[in-house]
């Protein structure tokens, strides 16, 4: 089992910034492969938010581009999610996602941490 902690959650003012962070701890010799960042806003479907690659390549949905940034430290299987200039609009449950690889792939999730937003 691979386990997904997210941490970096809280209030913010709009315009403010958070970062959030998110380690596993895989066991048993599974490889992590791509990781990524998905919210869930309340009565509202989960959407991704980014996603980024073994080897560094990101995307993200188009309402964050060019103010958030996903970035990784494969040596820490550690994924981070720096949010800038935030907006009402981004309060959400935030959560951590993992492709992890042992003969097959899995997925697994984070718990999630709340990103809450004030005007």
């Known amino acids: 089992q691979v386990q997904l902690v997210e941490s970096g959650g809280g209030l913010v003012q709009a315009g403010g910034s958070l970062r959030l962070s998110c380690a596993t701890s895989?066991?048993?010799?599974?490889?992590?492969?791509?990781m990524g960042w998905y919210r869930q806003a309340p009565g509202k479907r989960r959407e991704v938010v980014a996603l980024i690659s073994s080897g560094g390549s990101a995307t993200y949905v188009d309402s964050v581009k060019g103010r958030f940034t996903i970035s990784r430290d494969n040596a820490k299987n550690t994924v981070y999610l720096q949010m800038n200039s935030l907006k009402p609009e981004d309060t959400a449950v935030y959560y951590c996602h993992c492709d992890a690889v042992l003969l097959y792939e899995y997925e697994f999730w984070g718990q999630g941490t709340q990103v809450t937003v004030s005007s």
């Open positions: 895989s066991g048993s010799g599974y490889r992590i492969d791509d």
